[in-house]
């Protein structure tokens, strides 16, 4: 794709203005489930999913380094947050973890690929050999962008999911092709 066919992308740190806008763009246009871990039954907001997500946040700010080993970015179009992306160590020693999550009026524009070239630039960027990233077999969406991103998909484990793997030299090796 090119910056054409989708709106430019920029990852932008979780301060406690980005935060808000975070919490806000997450509990307007987004399921609890796909945001937050099931703290509460159901996909509704709840208080304590609101915490959560906020607590999640806070705790990442020291970073790769800090006491999580997981790092946070909004993820901002058009001076909008509409998702957020995640890297953490892995077991596998170089290899980052991602994850991300998108608004429902960003999908489908082309934004979560290229939310995740971008942070699989900052990863090169930080020293890692390469990302991993988890998704379910049932997510076009996610699969055709970690394809188009240059990802090995595998089945998962569980036979539910898909395992990819992405590794790289350089931070100008990390592309989204066509």
Same mark, same amino acid.
């Given at each position: 794709?090119?910056?054409?066919?989708?709106?430019?992308?920029?990852?932008?740190?979780?301060?406690?203005?980005?935060?808000?806008?975070l919490v806000h763009a997450a509990t307007t246009d987004a399921s609890a489930d796909e945001v937050?871990?099931?703290?509460?039954?159901?996909?509704?907001?709840?208080?304590?999913?609101?915490?959560?997500?906020?607590?999640?946040?806070?705790?990442?700010?020291?970073?790769?380094?800090?006491?999580?080993?997981?790092?946070?970015?909004?993820?901002v179009i058009d001076k909008s947050v509409v998702g957020s992306v995640r890297l953490k160590r892995?077991?596998?020693?170089?290899?980052?973890?991602?994850?991300?999550?998108?608004?429902?009026?960003?999908?489908?524009?082309?934004?979560?690929?290229?939310?995740?070239?971008?942070?699989?630039?900052? $990863? %090169? /960027? +930080? =020293? !890692?050999?390469?990302?991993?990233?988890? *998704?379910? &077999?049932?997510? $076009? %969406? /996610? +699969? =055709? !962008?970690?394809?188009?991103?240059?990802? *090995?998909? &595998?089945?998962?484990?569980?036979?539910? =999911?898909?395992?990819?793997?992405?590794?790289?030299?350089?931070?100008?090796?990390?592309?989204?092709?066509?």
């Open positions: 794709m090119t910056d054409q066919e989708h709106p430019p992308v920029v990852l932008v740190s979780v301060d406690d203005v980005v935060l808000e806008q937050t871990a099931p703290v509460t039954a159901g996909e509704t907001w709840t208080p304590g999913r609101v915490a959560w997500l906020r607590n999640f946040h806070r705790d990442r700010r020291a970073g790769l380094d800090g006491p999580t080993g997981e790092a946070t970015w909004a993820v892995s077991d596998q020693p170089g290899v980052l973890e991602t994850g991300a999550w998108l608004t429902r009026r960003a999908r489908g524009r082309g934004v979560g690929g290229a939310a995740m070239a971008a942070v699989l630039r900052q $990863a %090169a /960027a +930080l =020293g !890692a050999v390469g990302v991993q990233a988890d *998704t379910t &077999a049932g997510n $076009a %969406a /996610a +699969l =055709g !962008a970690l394809r188009r991103l240059g990802f *090995t998909l &595998a089945p998962a484990e569980d036979g539910q =999911g898909v395992h990819a793997l992405i590794l790289f030299g350089s931070p100008d090796a990390v592309t989204e092709h066509p």
